[in-house]
């Protein structure tokens, strides 16, 4: 799946959380003169130790005009530039100060305690690449540099479209046989955290018309995201529907749990996934797989996500022949299974903060084994 490729300029603090489209180089060199990392003594280090007459000072956004020479030394703080003549830094608690004259029992070598011009960054230097998702550091980083504004990657908007006559809205109060429309708002929330921009659209019921329109409208988007809807039931609709758009299944089914009538395709030149109607089935689906399809558009080369191990902290017994996603709670690098009734146990989820991901060949984890998992994030 291939970036949007349309880009845009945006002021730098509204750059967080967005994919960089232009590579950006250093401006000048950092540090632009040979400065101290210390508070103390500039000296000459040949003549260590000793004493020397202070013959000055420097700070920090200033310079020394003069220079060191023999028996001299000048009074320096961090990120003061080095005076000429100077080679080292004396540390200020390896020194004593009387009328005018430091003396210091250290033996220091040349370059101790400074740092010569340009070794952070080389003017034209580059300095963040094309394709980072801009995090805290790296807005440092375009602000040292002088970037007010930044090019960066259209973020994708995404339509999120649940399914079903049994879906109401989460301000409803729902009958016994219904429930509140949750996997949208986890679903939009998700494509938040991925850098999209989501679109939550009206519960299409199960009848054709409904369902017709609101698909239509979905694929006005750059990808549109399907709850419920996908599995062989009679008014499961999407995929008959999507049929008519001349949609390209990719897959329709996975072999994982929850998850496994997970659609993916395209139509209209639109991307589409149907994700399963169950609640953590939503959720592990998008995690796992439609995640990636939001970071891809958004400019990322590789939004995989990160990938833990931790170790477990208690039995799995599994039905080997799938890929497992079962709710647990990580502390430390200690992970505790959550007491998990099926993928429609919402609670269960709200109290995990990662999916545990099992293998398909086997059919027990013991307590002290490592297991991989998936942060829900």
């Known amino acids: 799946m291939q970036a949007l490729g349309e880009t845009e300029r945006v002021p730098l603090l509204a750059a967080t959380g967005r994919v960089l ?4 180089s250093a401006d000048r060199d950092y540090p632009p003169v040979a400065r101290s990392i210390r508070d103390g003594y500039a000296v000459r280090s040949a003549e260590l130790p000793g004493s020397f007459r202070v013959i000055g000072e420097v700070r920090a956004g200033t310079s020394f005009a003069g220079e060191v020479g023999p028996g001299e030394c000048v009074e320096i703080m961090t990120g003061a530039p080095m005076p000429a003549g100077a080679d080292a830094v004396v540390m200020v608690e390896h020194a004593t100060l009387a009328d005018g004259v430091m003396t210091t029992e250290r033996r220091q070598m040349s370059g101790d305690h400074w740092t010569t011009a ?11 690449p094309a394709g980072v998702r801009l995090r805290f550091n790296h807005i440092a980083m375009l602000a040292t540099v002088g970037q007010a504004e930044v090019v960066v990657y259209r973020q994708p908007r995404v339509a999120i479209l649940a399914t079903g006559d049994e879906v109401v809205d989460i301000t409803a109060d729902p009958a016994v046989e219904q429930v509140r429309n949750s996997n949208s708002y986890s679903v939009a929330a998700q494509v938040l955290q991925a850098g999209g921009i989501p679109t939550v659209l009206p519960v299409a019921k199960d009848n054709l018309p409904d369902t017709r329109r609101l698909i239509a409208e979905g694929l006005e988007h750059d990808l549109l995201l399907l709850s419920g809807g996908v599995s062989a039931g009679k008014y499961d609709l999407v995929e008959t529907v999507l049929a008519e ?9 996975v072999r994982m749990q929850p998850g496994q009538p997970l659609v993916f395709g395209q139509a209209q ?10 609640p953590a089935s939503t959720m592990v689906t998008f995690a796992a797989i439609a995640r990636l399809a939001v970071t891809r558009l958004g400019g990322e080369a590789d939004g995989e996500g990160p990938k833990w191990l931790g170790t477990l902290q208690g039995e799995l017994r599994l039905k080997p022949g799938l890929t497992r996603f079962l709710p647990g709670e990580m502390r430390g690098s200690g992970v505790f299974p959550v007491p998990y009734s099926g993928s429609g146990d919402v609670p269960a989820l709200a109290r995990a903060n990662v999916f545990m991901v099992t293998d398909p060949g086997r059919d027990m984890y013991l307590p002290g084994e490592e297991i991989e998992v998936l942060p829900i994030a």
Do not use: I, W
């Open 21 to 24: 489209a232009e590579a950006v």
């Open 118 to 128: 340009g070794c952070d960054a080389k003017a034209g230097g580059v300095v963040l």
């Open 245 to 253: 758009y001349s949609a390209e299944f990719f897959f329709t089914r």
């Open 269 to 278: 030149g639109k991307f589409f996934f149907g994700l399963p109607g169950n």
